[in-house]
């Protein structure tokens, strides 16, 4: 692990639930009423994961910025 995940948002794909935003509000904010991360690179934390498992259509990726394995969805 490189010590640090990349987080990315599909944003064709969400559909503005704000659950992220309300799981992990210091890494996402709602913008034009998409999820936008706050920061392209974050130490790893549990919220980031929680908030991409929690996702109803899956628009969260995370994933190691070294080898691209995906952290989550789960």
Known sequence: MSG???VSVDRDRCIGSG???GTAPEH???VDKKSTPLHE????DEAVS?????????AIL????ITGTTIAPA
């Open 41 to 44: 690179l974050v130490e790893p």
């Open 19 to 21: 659950l992220c935003a």
């Open 62 to 65: 995370v994933t190691d910025p």
């Open 4 to 6: 640090q995940w990349r």
């Open 28 to 30: 996402f904010q709602l």
């Open 50 to 58: 929680d908030a991409a498992d929690c996702c109803p259509v899956e």
